[in-house]
T-cell receptor
């Protein structure tokens, strides 16, 4: 069965510092991988996605993520965090042959210290 | 450009009451989904639909029913609400498999007393 694990429930970083949010997935075939961000009281917004090809994908707001098949990981990174990046981040896995079902991790809450 | 619209945004129910959440999308998307979001549990798929007239169960379907009579609408029903159904409910839609991305509504906060 598909599953997504985000081992870090909460992360605090200083503004300007680098960020890495971890995501591990379990899926039998090649997955489609996503990172979404949720600001308080809002729905989720797509940051980036990986389907195939280049394993380093660029997203919006200066985020990037790297797909590592050998580690079943899809970690999200940003070189320099801004105070506006404080939010909840969700990793998700999906696939065509599951009726386009998407499975989400439990999320990582990011706090940014001025 | 409305995107995905959920109504209502907030609702308080008493145990045993019924209600329907409405999701409407104006992007002509084939796929629609209902998720619930609970603290520490992320988003869990309740039901989903791959097209008009079709629905399927997700991870946590018990206590919910859905209908997709029109392509643009996806209804989530609670026949007899329970306190365990207190949650934030999100509707989402996605286009065909060529562009796998979820578009989310802004959520419905439901409290069952």
């Amino acid at each position: 069965a598909q599953s997504v694990t985000q081992p870090d429930i909460h992360i605090t970083v200083s503004e300007g510092a680098s960020l890495e949010l971890r995501c591990n997935y379990s899926y039998g075939a090649t997955p489609y991988l996503f990172w979404y961000v949720q600001s308080p009281g809002q729905g989720l917004q797509l940051l980036l996605k990986y389907f195939s090809g280049d394993t380093l994908v660029q997203g919006i707001k200066g985020f990037e993520a790297e797909f590592k098949r050998s580690q079943s990981s899809f970690n999200l990174r940003k070189p320099s965090v801004h105070w506006s990046d404080a939010a909840e981040y969700f990793c998700a896995v999906g696939a065509q042959n599951t009726g386009n079902q998407f499975y989400f991790g439990t999320g990582t809450s990011l706090t940014v210290i001025p | 450009n409305a995107g995905v619209t959920q109504t209502p945004k907030f609702r308080v129910l008493k145990t045993g009451q019924s209600m329907t959440l409405l999701c409407a999308q104006d992007m002509n998307h084939e796929y629609m989904y209902w998720y619930r979001q609970d603290p520490g549990m992320g988003l869990r798929l309740i039901h989903y639909s791959v097209g008009e007239g079709t629905t399927a169960k997700g991870e946590v379907p018990d206590g919910y029913n859905v209908s997709r009579l029109k392509k643009q609408n996806f209804l989530l029903g609670l026949e007899s609400a329970a306190p365990s159904q207190t949650s934030v409910y999100f509707c989402a839609s996605s286009p065909t498999v060529e562009d796998e991305k979820l578009f989310f509504g802004s959520g419905t906060q439901l409290s069952v007393l």
